[in-house]
């Protein structure tokens, strides 16, 4: 589930979706603003995610400290 496997694509997978996510993020986002931004960046080949798998991969974000979330708004964490 986080990591690619052989039952698991990397395009399905946290760190995939993780990736996809913090590439999308140059600035202040509210989670359906960042939502809408990394669907209309994801290419078209790759499998589509749904709203409950993008909320799963912020919280992995959020959990190692990749991401921050103050007063509404994601940006890119301390740790990056």
Known sequence: MILPG???KHDRS???IGGE????????????ELW????AR???KATPIS???FILT???LYAI??????QGLISIGDGL
Do not use: C, M, N
């Not at 913090?22 to 989670?31: K, M, P, R, S």
């Open 6 to 8: 052989k039952h698991l």
């Open 14 to 16: 946290l760190i995939g």
């Open 21 to 32: 996510i913090l590439a999308a993020i140059h600035g202040e986002y509210t989670v359906s």
């Open 36 to 39: 809408e931004q990394v669907r």
């Open 42 to 44: 994801r290419s078209p």
């Open 51 to 53: 709203y409950d798998w």
């Open 58 to 60: 912020l919280i992995f």
């Open 65 to 70: 400290g990749a991401i921050d979330y103050d």
